[in-house]
């Protein structure tokens, strides 16, 4: 089995279709993610990875606290943060 120039002119345009389609939305999805994580503030409200919604009360270092119903408050990771949002979804009794 011979490497040919020819493998090379198949091969070639499929790893730039690949990285296109795939690996350069990622980067910017997480270039993204992490210039709103840059820019989180206290009182901004936000969606963690486990779908809980909460109101950013603290930031220290990479430490979010965040506060929930009833003035809750828990500590997440900063890359725990999948999103900041608008308006919190209402609460069904």
């Given at each position: 089995?011979?490497?040919?120039?020819k493998d090379l002119l198949f091969f070639g345009p499929m790893i730039l279709i690949?990285?296109?389609?795939?690996?350069?939305?990622?980067?910017?999805?997480?270039?993204?993610?992490?210039?709103?994580?840059?820019?989180?503030?206290?009182?901004?409200?936000?969606?963690?990875?486990?779908?809980?919604?909460?109101?950013?009360?603290?930031?220290?270092?990479?430490?979010?606290?965040?506060?929930?119903?009833?003035?809750?408050?828990?500590?997440?990771?900063?890359?725990?943060?999948?999103?900041?949002?608008?308006?919190?979804?209402?609460?069904?009794a």
């Amino acid at each position: 089995m011979n490497f040919d120039f020819k493998d090379l002119l198949f091969f070639g345009p499929m790893i730039l279709i690949i990285y296109f389609m795939i690996f350069l939305p990622k980067k910017k999805e997480q270039q993204n993610l992490d210039k709103m994580l840059a820019a989180l503030k206290k009182g901004d409200r936000v969606l963690t990875n486990s779908g809980m919604y909460g109101e950013v009360a603290s930031i220290k270092d990479n430490i979010v606290t965040l506060k929930f119903y009833d003035g809750m408050r828990i500590d997440f990771a900063k890359s725990a943060i999948a999103k900041a949002v608008e308006t919190l979804p209402e609460a069904k009794a």
